[in-house]
């Protein structure tokens, strides 16, 4: 685990595999954080988050179009816990309403794959698009997690798809 300041990235990569002729698409999202505060936050303690674990999808066959999801309670799901003031809401969102996770330069619907629909669990309420939770006595929050909706098409080339989004945590 490592603890992430603002714009520092972790990543994963989607390959598709072969495996007994079919070709299976393995995605994961690249995850980049910006921890923020609100405005009047300034008399908070500073937010940490870590990341424990990226996003992926479920294995996908080549030539289907198929959306793929990841729920917030799936062993799949994206995992942060995060550091702050004692007994403080947090608010916890994803920035872009929609990614694109791209295969190279992504210049073709061929090589895009379209992620969107966020959902928060775990340690976290989803509350319409955001993710609310308190710190603990301690000033702790763990198993915050996020999932997603992967739009694959029929004509997705094989490859490593990989795209960014921003994660970010405001106190209330």
Do not use: E
Not at 88 to 105: F, K, R
């Amino acid at each position: 685990m490592r603890h992430l300041v603002p714009h520092l990235s972790h990543g994963l990569r989607c390959v598709w595999r072969w495996r007994g002729g079919l070709c299976t698409l393995l995605a994961a999202l690249l995850l980049t954080l910006l921890p923020s505060v609100s405005a009047w936050a300034k008399n908070h303690w500073p937010i940490a988050v870590t990341l424990v674990q990226g996003l992926s999808f479920p294995p996908a066959s080549q030539g289907l179009t198929l959306n793929y999801v990841t729920l917030p309670l799936d062993a799949t799901a994206a995992v942060f816990n995060s550091v702050g003031q004692k007994g403080q809401t947090i608010n916890c969102t994803i920035v872009q309403p929609s990614v694109n996770m791209l295969l190279g330069a992504g210049g073709t619907p061929a090589t895009q794959i379209l992620v969107d629909t966020w959902a928060f669990g775990g340690s976290l309420l989803d509350v319409i698009g955001a993710g609310q939770a308190s710190f603990s006595n301690v000033g702790l929050i763990n198993n915050m997690r996020v999932g997603a909706t992967a739009h694959v098409a029929a004509a997705n080339l094989p490859g490593a798809y990989v795209g960014n989004v921003t994660f970010r945590v405001l106190y209330l």
